[in-house]
């Protein structure tokens, strides 16, 4: 069981027929959206959008904002080896458990590329699909050319973790504008860094999706910021030619989070689009 961390609220948790036990936040009635966050260092569902799924509870939605295996206050097991597949499998069962049965997805950097292969799995559950600068368009080891990859190789080799070389890695890694990172965020992530093992890093692997991408059938809104350092921005046309109904937005003066960013622009666009299509 994860330790509570001041400012980071829980919710409830979901017993998975795997065996594993996921936390969730679920809030509001309405249409589902389920918000999938990204991965790295303390990340969790609430840290990653507690400026857009409130919003979106005040527009009549119900908001499902899970913590993916291995984050915030999930379990995370030490034993198993974490594929794209198994963070899949951990998001289905967890919303098999909660019983909703139509949402649309909203994912970023990793919560992308799960939003996109759970869309491939089970199209029919799928209605709209959000994703900002997804993972799973590239070669893993295209992903370590970035910019933001050389900062956080270069922050966390060279010496012992603090939250200050956290703070400096989402600041110089992560956002374009640094003053959305404030002291409330970094004690949130390191206090669920300091809970996690390296297993969910040093096993990840995502492959590469993009032969895929022609057989989601859903309508799809995509995010993707100017200043990205961590995704190649190959990504773009590969998601705006590979996916049939696509929108796609570019957002000047933005890095690897639109949603924190520039939450308001995310918010109205998404809004939009589950309203209009």
């Given amino acids: 069981m994860s330790e509570r961390v001041a400012g980071l609220p829980e919710g409830q948790y979901a017993d998975l027929d795997n065996g594993h036990r996921i936390h969730y936040l679920d809030q509001g009635q309405g249409p589902v959206i389920v918000f999938l966050h990204g991965s790295g260092s303390g990340a969790s569902g609430h840290s990653n959008f507690k400026y857009n799924y ?3 509870v005040e527009q009549g939605y119900r908001v499902i904002v899970p913590d993916l295996i291995g984050y915030g206050y999930s ?18 069962q967890t919303l098999q458990t909660i019983g909703v049965e ?8 990793l919560g992308g590329a799960i939003a996109i292969k759970y869309t491939l799995d089970y199209p029919s559950l799928v209605e709209k699909l959000i994703l900002m600068a997804p993972g799973g368009l590239e070669q893993q080891a295209d992903y370590f ?32 504008d640094d003053s959305v990172v404030d002291a ?10 300091q809970q996690q093992n390296s297993q969910v890093i040093t096993t990840m692997t995502v492959p590469e999706l993009t032969d895929r991408l022609g057989e ?21 046309m590969k998601l705006a030619k590979g996916i049939p109904d696509i ?15 520039h939450r308001e622009l995310f918010n109205r666009q998404t809004l939009d689009f589950l309203q209009n299509g």
């Fill in 216 to 236: 989601i059938a859903c309508p799809t809104l995509a995010f993707w910021g100017v200043n990205e350092k961590m995704m190649p921005e190959t990504g773009i």
């Fill in 145 to 176: 050319t970035m910019p933001g990859m050389q900062v956080m190789k270069e922050v966390f080799t060279s010496g012992p973790m603090a939250p200050e070389r956290l703070e400096d890695f989402i600041r110089r890694g992560l956002v374009y």
């Fill in 75 to 92: 379990d995370k097991p030490d034993d198993v080896e974490y594929p794209l597949d198994f963070f899949v499998e951990c998001v289905h």
């Fill in 184 to 193: 409330h965020l970094v004690s949130e992530r390191w206090g669920i860094f």
């Fill in 54 to 56: 409130p919003w979106f």
């Fill in 247 to 261: 929108r796609l937005t570019l957002v000047s003066q933005c890095g690897h989070w639109v949603m924190v960013e």
């Fill in 102 to 109: 139509r949402y649309s997805l909203v994912g970023n950097s």
